[in-house]
């Protein structure tokens, strides 16, 4: 296991923020990551889905890891999600963000391509040996088409570099399968918001969340409740939470993650076709009156030892 990165806590994956000409904010995305360091999140990923990696020019991946890195200033560990269509050119992404400084990266299957298991674990393990970095696997099946089973992240327990495993599915029994097949060699997080209390209870030891981008304080809680086992306390918070983290599984979840980020003064709307606006009088309405409802009725944190704002 890296030394570099502490592998437990909330990592959002955070949001990239655009001009009006759609050109990347820079400046707006780095006040982004500041805030939610402040705000008391154990960690940073960057340039993952909610980042809109698929929108983003290789230069401005490298601008979006430069500045994290910078931002960060070792407060928290930061990774970079890769997630291009080919080895060769993941192979690439992974080297920059070691010739950053980058803690640790974050590798989606091969996109585009629907592989086959043996194919998909040829990719991350050619991406993993590629690099020193610290990799966490991604599986996320029904975004990127290509389903991480138990039985190929058990393929991969010989590469040294592969030390975590992101599930995305919402099968949390596949925290239990991964176990029992290989033990405590892979450290464990869950990657969809609606169902982090549960993956908890199952082993998962962090989480990378898209709506804690709106809300810090509230997930990097709800986390530590569960993880201490102060269900009592943690299901009020996330019965308030659930119809907001509902949306981290809509195929539109990062229009209205940064939705909601903008109504909490985090950062704006904005997000680069092909992902386009959500509808105003159906979607966006339907979100506004969502967090009009979250903030009237927002809880009183229970104390789990998070910093001041």
Not at 144 to 150: Q, R, S
Not at 179 to 186: E, H, I, T
Not at 255 to 270: F, S, Y
Request: net charge negative.
């Amino acid at each position: 296991m890296s030394p570099r990165i502490s592998w437990e806590g909330v990592f959002p994956a955070v949001t990239t923020q655009f001009n009006d000409d759609l050109s990347l904010n820079i400046d707006a995305t780095a006040r982004v990551m500041d805030g939610l360091i402040r705000d008391g999140v154990s960690g940073l990923i960057v340039c993952g889905s909610v980042g809109e990696n698929t929108s983003l020019e290789r230069k401005e991946k490298v601008a979006i890891m430069e500045a994290a890195k910078s931002v960060a200033a070792g407060r928290v560990p930061v990774l970079c999600g890769i997630a291009e269509f080919t080895t060769a050119f993941a192979v690439e992404t992974a080297k920059e963000a070691a010739r950053i400084g980058i803690d640790g990266v974050m590798v989606m299957p091969a996109l585009v391509y629907s592989s086959k298991p043996h194919e998909t674990a040829a990719h991350f393990r050619a991406v993993a040996s590629a690099t020193d970095l610290p990799v966490m696997l991604y599986n996320n099946p029904p975004i990127y088409k290509n389903d991480v089973t138990p039985d190929i992240l058990a393929s991969l327990a010989d590469v040294e570099t592969v030390v975590c495993f992101k599930d995305s599915s919402g099968d949390t029994r596949r925290f239990i399968d991964t176990r029992n097949m290989v033990g405590d060699r892979f450290v464990l997080f869950a990657g969809l918001d609606d169902v982090i209390v549960e993956s908890v209870a199952m082993g998962a030891v962090g989480w990378v969340s898209g709506m804690s981008n709106a809300f810090p304080r509230e997930g990097e809680t709800l986390f530590r409740l569960a993880k201490a086992g102060r269900f009592a306390e943690a299901m009020p918070l996330y019965e308030w939470f659930m119809p907001l983290l509902h949306l981290d599984a809509r195929p539109d979840l990062v229009q209205c993650i940064k939705l909601c980020e903008h109504i909490m003064g985090r950062g704006t709307a904005l997000t680069r076709p092909p992902r386009l606006a959500l509808l105003p009088h159906a979607e966006k309405a339907e979100v506004e009156a969502m967090m009009a409802k979250a903030l009237k009725n927002r809880p009183r944190l229970p104390d789990v030892g998070l910093k001041a704002a």
